[in-house]
């Protein structure tokens, strides 16, 4: 019975010299296969999940082809999304108290608008990263933020913001920019967050 039913469900085909019988739930496949060629057929369809594609490693995530590591970036859905409205000179008490205390040379970023608004990041370091990276200085964790958007770097008590070819973009005061000098009261935009741009008040006076 069981011989029966086994020639029931196989092609009936020599098993000699290494070939090995294939079911018929396997119609696209050939009915025969030497031991080699089908070694050989598992080997290339086998996907190494250690391989990553070569180049810049800080873009690989970006350009890989596994889809949990392509960039997931979105651009904006209408062009009113970047218009430019300038925010008042209203800050909070707060706010106040924090840029008056800002040492010489540090700056203080305060996010007016978008999902994190009312955030305060200090800036003083000479190189500060900006993006959607879980490493980067400032993290903003939305799709509409490239993974690495933008660079500010201190140059003395100068500071530059460097766009890092991102997506959508980096605008200072409604302009779309790749390297522009941030100036006291600024406004930064990232993807949705608009940001203020605050000096500490020992440059404000220099500069006045």
């Not at 350009?63 to 009113?80: E, I, K, N, Y």
């Not at 409604?174 to 935009?189: C, P, S």
Request: hydrophobic content about 35%.
């Amino acid at each position: 019975m069981r011989q029966a039913t086994q020639a029931g469900l196989r092609e009936s085909c020599p098993t000699t010299h290494g070939e090995i019988p294939l079911t018929r739930a396997d119609p696209g496949r050939p009915a025969t296969r030497s031991v080699t060629d089908r070694l050989l057929w598992k080997k290339e369809d086998i996907v190494d999940d250690n391989q990553r594609p070569s180049g810049d490693i800080n873009r690989a995530a970006e350009t890989s082809a596994h889809p949990r590591l392509v960039d997931s970036t979105q651009t904006f859905g209408h062009d009113s999304d970047l218009s430019f409205v300038p925010f008042g000179a209203e800050l909070t008490a707060a706010e106040v108290e924090a840029i008056n205390a800002l040492p010489a040379r540090a700056a203080l970023l305060i996010v007016r608008s978008g999902p994190t608004a009312g955030a305060r990041y200090l800036l003083d370091t000479d190189v500060t990263t900006v993006g959607r990276h879980p490493e980067a200085d400032i993290f903003f964790d939305d799709v509409t933020v490239s993974r690495r958007h933008a660079e500010i770097t201190r140059t003395g008590s100068t500071y530059e913001l460097i766009d890092q070819r991102s997506l959508n973009g980096t605008y200072v005061n409604g302009e779309r920019v790749d390297r522009a000098t941030l100036t006291d009261g600024a406004e930064v935009r990232v993807g949705k967050f608009r940001l203020n741009f605050f000096v500490a008040p020992a440059e404000r006076a220099i500069g006045a």
